[in-house]
């Protein structure tokens, strides 16, 4: 079946730091890939995505380019914020399998001001 | 943007009791709606899939007699988990699929998110 793995655990930057996520995934198909955010006590938002292989998804600063010859779909910032601490979901969804979105563990950053 | 809404956002109920979720989609109209629940610091887990005027296909492990589904309407998906107990405490999100102008039917759009905790 499909799968999602990610960097483990919690990221603890500095403000200003540069920013690495590690998404990498598993599927027979060809997935659209995700990132999404979730802020303590709410649903996860979309936070960026990419359609297809070699796409490359932005948004606020991050992104996260669509590797399929990887199965890669790292997330990265330049310079992180602390208002960007939040859980990141990294999810990919196959245009089969009943279009379901699968998730990885998530990646909770917390930037140290 | 699409904007999907969960009523009601925590619930507070008695053991044995049955509590009802409502999920809508305010501004598109869902030909998918999808229901994950949330332990704390961990990732969603899809307990179901629910397709207007279908019966909700659940995942392995899931009781569908316990965790009844009912998807009436292209705006509206209904969660009720019946004859509650303690271990069904968790956060109840609903995800929303569908078009909604120039969005692809491929976005799937969250809820906030209901938080249930079952004394």
């Known amino acids: 079946g499909d799968s999602v793995v990610q960097t483990e655990g919690q990221v603890l930057p500095s403000e200003g730091d540069s920013l690495i996520v590690n998404c990498s995934y598993e599927?027979?198909?060809?997935?659209?890939l995700f990132w999404y955010v979730q802020y303590p006590g709410e649903g996860p938002q979309l936070h960026l995505k990419a359609m297809k292989a070699n796409d490359k998804g932005r948004n606020k600063g991050f992104e996260a380019m669509y590797r399929k010859e990887t199965t890669s779909f790292h997330l990265e910032k330049d310079s992180v914020q602390e208002s960007d601490s939040a859980v990141y979901f990294c999810?990919?969804?196959?245009?089969?399998?009943?279009?379901?979105?699968?998730f990885g563990d998530g990646t909770t950053l917390t930037v140290k001001p | 943007g699409a904007v999907v809404s969960q009523h009601p956002s925590w619930v507070i109920c008695k053991s044995g009791t049955s509590v009802k979720i409502e999920c809508r989609s305010l501004d598109f109209q869902a030909t998918t709606m999808f229901w994950y629940r949330q332990f704390p610091k961990q990732s969603l887990m899809l307990m179901a899939t629910s397709n207007e005027g279908s019966k909700a296909t659940y995942e392995q492990g899931v009781e569908k007699d316990k965790f009844l589904i009912n998807h009436a309407s292209l705006t509206l998906s209904t969660l009720t988990v019946t004859s509650a107990h303690p271990e069904d405490s968790s956060f109840y999100i609903c995800?929303?699929?569908?078009?909604?102008?120039?969005?692809?039917?491929?976005?799937?759009?969250f809820g906030p998110g209901t938080r249930l905790t079952v004394t």
């Open positions: 999810a990919l969804r196959s245009h089969t399998n009943a279009g379901k979105s699968t």
């Open positions: 599927t027979t198909q060809y997935p659209s």
């Open positions: 995800s929303a699929r569908g078009l909604a102008g120039a969005l692809t039917t491929y976005e799937q759009y």
